[in-house]
């Protein structure tokens, strides 16, 4: 995440709306992990691109999906991320 985590994502949202501005979160060949982490800021922002992780031949991570051009996210537990890492 490029911003340096979801509280710093949060503050920038919280400077933004106080300038009247819009938000947008956008990816450039992130995982899931990223992806899902932002979906959950989702209702913040005025435009969304969080599906570089569709373009990812072996993305270690499973969470937020693409169904009927919109993200969904799962019910698992945190941030809804499942690894195939070991």
Do not use: W
Request: aromatic share 6%; charged share 20%.
């Amino acid at each position: 995440m490029k911003a340096g985590g979801l509280s710093e994502v949060m503050r920038m949202i919280a400077v933004a709306k106080t300038c009247k501005l819009q938000v947008m979160y956008g990816c450039y060949s992130d995982s899931s992990l990223a992806n899902t982490a932002m979906t959950h800021l989702a209702a913040y922002a005025d435009y969304l691109d969080l599906d570089s992780h569709l373009n990812l031949i072996d993305d270690p991570f499973d969470g937020v999906s693409l169904e009927q051009g919109k993200l969904r996210l799962n019910n698992l537990p945190g941030l809804g991320i499942k690894s195939s890492l070991t």
